[in-house]
């Protein structure tokens, strides 16, 4: 059989594409071939792609290695079946070479073996060749001889050589496929411990999400309790037709709507308790009088020991009996001095100012100048209710007072 050296026939080609790196970056191949030839250690561990690339390589370069000693294997079988030489003695016995080897070997120089010519002399003169001339074929296959065996040597120190890089190799894969299992550790290790601190930052998040939804929530209710005016949501006041109203309860009566005397009294007591509430809010404390809001039975005493007397109308019959000097009407005129005295409190001219004047007596002033007494057996019920409806308008603007900016 013809046998060729295991060489492929385009080397330049074949060497091209086993170890030539097809990366973008020229460092990145050029370091990648030292570190597949040896020439150069890897100072740290290498990514994924990279140590999948050199084992692909490495492994490319085993196969070709393998290759390469099988020829070398089946070239050395063929060399024991074609010769009879002992190479370890110094005496060379052989019969005669086929000229496969020699031709395989690139021995003969010319293209005519041996025997041709050999034929060709018995064919010009018709006898044998000379001793001379056998001496000469002698020493020309002795010379033939020296150099395969020469060659053979050499042969034999290459497919060591290739052993030993085989081993190389091997160590080398053994060690990238430790390290690339070293890497694949670490990176498993990272990826657990990414997802743990991405799971805790997911979960802080939601906290701050949270804290910050509460947050807003909280300004929002901060911002509205800021702008809101406690007293004038805690007493608010109003009116229905010229009654009138603070919390929802009339506080006045007129014949057209006789409202109850139960309702009167529970709206007094709301002013009582909204009085005490502006003084404590302004810190002041009234002159001469001391106001107990007990509801709709509420008192007001004068200072140092006078008697409570009833803000609140018991019966409804005090202008029937013609009793001017009613505890009920002096308390309604000592009530109305205690709101006078938050009204200079308050008042600053011109600036602010309220609507209605109250003036001694228990009257107040509106804006054409006439008076209006407070008491209830000296009036008729539509003058009464229209001096309680003043009364409560003085005492919004009281509370819008205590705003930082009233108008």
């Known amino acids: 059989p013809n046998f060729v050296f295991c060489q492929p026939k385009d080397s330049t080609s074949d060497e091209g594409s086993s170890f030539s790196f ?8 050029s370091n990648l071939s030292d570190l597949l030839s040896g020439r150069m250690e890897s100072k740290g561990p290498v ?9 692909n390589n490495q492994l490319k370069l085993i196969a070709y290695q393998k290759k390469c000693i099988d020829n070398l294997e089946k070239f050395l079988e063929h060399l024991k079946a074609q010769s009879d030489i002992e190479f370890p003695s110094e005496e060379l016995t052989m019969s005669k070479p086929s000229n496969d080897v020699y031709t395989f070997l690139g021995l003969l120089k010319d293209e005519e073996p041996l025997q041709t010519q050999d034929k060709e002399c018995s064919a010009n003169d018709g006898t044998p060749r000379s001793v001379e001339e056998s001496d000469g074929d002698e020493t020309a296959t002795k010379s033939r001889l020296v150099q395969f065996r020469n060659e053979l040597s050499s042969v034999q120190k290459k497919r060591m050589e290739l052993q030993r890089e085989n081993e190389q190799l091997d160590e080398d894969i053994a060690n990238a496929s430790s390290e690339l299992n070293q890497c694949e550790e670490e990176l498993a290790r990272a990826k657990m411990e ?16 949270m804290l910050e939804a509460r947050f807003t929530d909280g300004h ?4 509205r309790l800021r702008h809101t005016n406690v007293l004038n949501a805690t007493f608010p006041i109003w009116y229905d037709g010229h009654i009138g109203i603070i919390n929802s309860l009339h506080l006045g009566r007129l014949p057209s709507n006789p409202i109850s005397w139960a309702e009167i009294n529970a709206a007094l007591g709301q002013c009582a308790m909204l009085a005490t509430c502006l003084a404590k809010k302004f810190s002041y404390t009234f002159k001469n009088y001391v106001i107990t809001p007990i509801g709709n039975q509420s008192r007001i005493a004068a200072l140092p020991n006078g008697s409570p007397m009833p803000l609140y109308n018991a019966s409804g ?8 000097s009613s505890g009920f009407d002096t308390a309604l005129v000592m009530y109305l001095d205690c709101i006078g005295q938050l009204q200079a409190l308050v008042e600053r001219p011109p600036d602010f100012c309220l609507p209605y004047k109250i003036v001694e007596n228990g009257r107040i002033q509106d804006r054409s100048g006439s008076l209006h007494s407070i008491k209830y057996s000296d009036n008729t019920e539509e003058n009464w209710t229209r001096t309680l409806k003043m009364l409560l308008i003085d005492l919004k603007y009281i509370i819008a007072s205590t705003l930082r900016n009233p108008t």
């Open 22 to 29: 097809k990366f973008n970056n020229i460092q990145v191949k």
């Open 194 to 209: 990414y997802n743990e601190l991405r799971v805790k930052v997911m979960e802080g998040e939601e906290k701050l999400n």
């Open 47 to 55: 990514c994924e792609e990279c140590a999948d690339v050199l084992i």
């Open 317 to 324: 019959a005090i202008r029937l009996l013609g009793n001017n």
């Open 220 to 223: 929002q209710q901060y911002k």
